[in-house]
């Protein structure tokens, strides 16, 4: 059953004072900030209420609300306000870019912007789309020797030099060529399986093993073509949120950021085709084991030259996730416009955040068609 409006704007209040406070919210504080129109004794049944249907929950009997990462999804998706940063803002965060548009000297930098403007450890990571191989020429140099050259959907030209201990004549690279072109081509590295290395060396007659040299350094050169480059800065800020007072959980987090674990879970390849998109994952959305106590926000930017990645932060389920989310989308689309040869975008722009794949436009107008209001 869906939230009341009432229930709404009570979750949203508990939600936002908590994020301010980092303490439990009572009935009290949230009658004392008015606007909702009804009395202290109905608020306390909503939160008994938003308690019961997993939104809050009580850490003690006596203690006030807080937010589950139910009720923050909610609060993501439905409630809260978008945020555009001021002009102030943009033109410090501009100011902040060095003239380099080094991608290496960028990325750097913009991790250590977004780390400072939201004092929570920043994420850039960028990663080419997986290659595949257009063709494959195999060029025959005498009967111990070949040249194999690759070339990759991304352009790139790959060769290597083959040295034989055994003699082969010119017919039997010129099968495999042809048996290579016909059925390694336009394929993802995981795609090439002993069972197709095993059919191509039947087909060519290859009984010496060169079909497994051939398809060994297509395997190489596709794998290498997918590496990530990643920067992390500001590990520390998390000792500086209360949820990590624990030294032990601090640590940890740290630990699995630094080691480089985070790779792996964040979801670059899931991300859509237009720049600056934001995704949020709450608490247990989070893959890593690690992350289920933490926020991740996620922003897309063109890293050019056929690259794309992702910049964000690692916090607490206790964020401001609009401002977070306005702060990155714009920090995103200015290295999309630097790596690209452009400027950083002019002031005010509006972030563009997608949750679960739904515009946020959309949904709020969806939201606006059924309830007649904005929630």
């Not at 004092?119 to 850039?124: E, G, I, Q």
């Not at 595949?132 to 025959?140: G, N, Q």
């Not at 394929?187 to 497994?212: F, L, S």
């Not at 990643?230 to 007072?245: D, H, Y």
Request: aromatic share 6%; with cysteine.
């Amino acid at each position: 059953m869906d939230l009341t409006p009432r229930k709404k704007k009570i979750l949203a209040a508990v939600i936002e004072e908590y994020i301010r406070t980092a303490e439990p919210v009572g009935s009290k504080a949230i009658a004392q900030k008015g606007g909702l129109g009804c009395s202290a004794a109905t608020i306390r049944n909503e939160l008994a209420e938003l308690v019961s249907r997993g939104y809050l929950e009580q850490p003690h009997t006596s203690a006030g609300r807080v937010p589950t990462p139910l009720g923050y999804r909610m609060y993501v998706n439905e409630l809260m306000e978008r945020q555009a940063l001021s002009e102030e803002e943009t033109a410090e965060i501009s100011g902040q870019f060095s003239g380099s548009t080094a991608p290496d000297q960028l990325m750097s930098e913009a991790g250590r912007i977004v780390s400072e403007a939201t004092s929570y450890p920043a994420l850039a990571l960028s990663a080419r789309p997986a290659a595949t191989i257009k063709r494959f020429d195999l060029i025959y140099i005498d009967a111990n020797t070949f040249i194999i050259v690759l070339l990759l959907s991304t352009d790139a030209v790959k060769n290597k030099l083959v040295h034989l201990p055994l003699s082969v004549d010119q017919e039997m690279i010129r099968k495999l060529a042809t048996v290579f072109n016909a059925h390694f081509t336009n394929i993802g590295e995981h795609e090439i399986t002993p069972a197709m290395i095993h059919a191509a060396e039947r087909a060519a007659e290859d009984n010496i093993g060169i079909t497994a040299v051939v398809a060994a350094f297509a395997i190489e050169t596709l794998t290498q073509s997918e590496e990530t480059q990643s920067w992390l800065v500001g590990e520390t800020q998390l000792l500086n949120q209360p949820e990590f007072r624990d030294p032990d959980k601090a640590h940890k987090l740290m630990r699995y950021l630094s080691d480089g674990g985070h790779l792996a879970d964040l979801p670059l390849a899931e991300m859509g085709g237009s720049d600056n998109e934001v995704r949020v994952l709450i608490g247990p959305e989070n893959v890593a084991e690690e992350l289920r106590d933490s926020s991740v926000i996620i922003a897309t930017y063109d890293a050019g030259d056929n690259m794309r990645g992702i910049i964000g932060v690692v916090g607490p389920t206790r964020m401001d996730y609009s401002k977070v989310a306005a702060k990155l989308s714009f920090i995103a689309a200015g290295l999309s416009r630097r790596l690209g040869g452009g400027s950083m975008p002019p002031p005010g722009l509006n972030n563009k955040l997608i949750i679960k794949g739904e515009d946020f436009d959309e949904q709020q107008n969806r939201e606006e068609e059924k309830d007649g209001t904005r929630a």
